[in-house]
């Protein structure tokens, strides 16, 4: 494939994932004082589908959109790491959002809210699963 149609694909998944975002934040329920973030978006809804449950999910399916592009346009042979096992960049990726899960409760156990910390540990993590697993 030339590279022009490479940055086609990547300008038209781009700009997809672009009018999603705006689409998800157009539907934050507004009160007088503005943008209630972490107001139910469907009001009587089954579950607590808030802003921040929605992008966490955005942003799951981003990577995994970002990563099955990656696969596609740069194949990799699998590698071994610290652990021991063959893995590739999904292997990695999946390891890391498993342990990150890990680590949050682990923060919700040890210290409670707010995440803010755990985040940058989950951070850390991935970036040493990423270089060294």
């Not at 540990?121 to 697993?133: E, T």
């Amino acid at each position: 494939m030339t590279a022009s149609r490479w940055n086609a694909i990547y300008l038209v998944t781009a700009g997809s994932l672009a009018a999603i975002l705006v689409a998800l934040i157009s539907v934050v329920p507004r009160t007088e004082d503005g943008a209630d973030w972490f107001a139910p978006l469907v009001p009587g809804g089954w579950m607590a589908w808030t802003f921040p449950v929605a992008l966490f999910f955005f942003v799951i399916a981003c990577l995994l959109i970002l990563f099955t592009i990656l696969a596609i346009r740069f194949p990799e042979t699998p590698r071994r790491g610290v652990l021991r096992i063959e893995t590739t960049r999904g292997d990695r990726l999946f390891i890391s959002l498993l342990g990150s899960a890990f680590v949050c409760i682990g923060w919700l156990f040890a210290f409670g809210g707010p995440l803010w910390g755990a985040l940058i540990l989950c951070l850390i993590y991935a970036a040493a699963v990423f270089r060294w697993v």
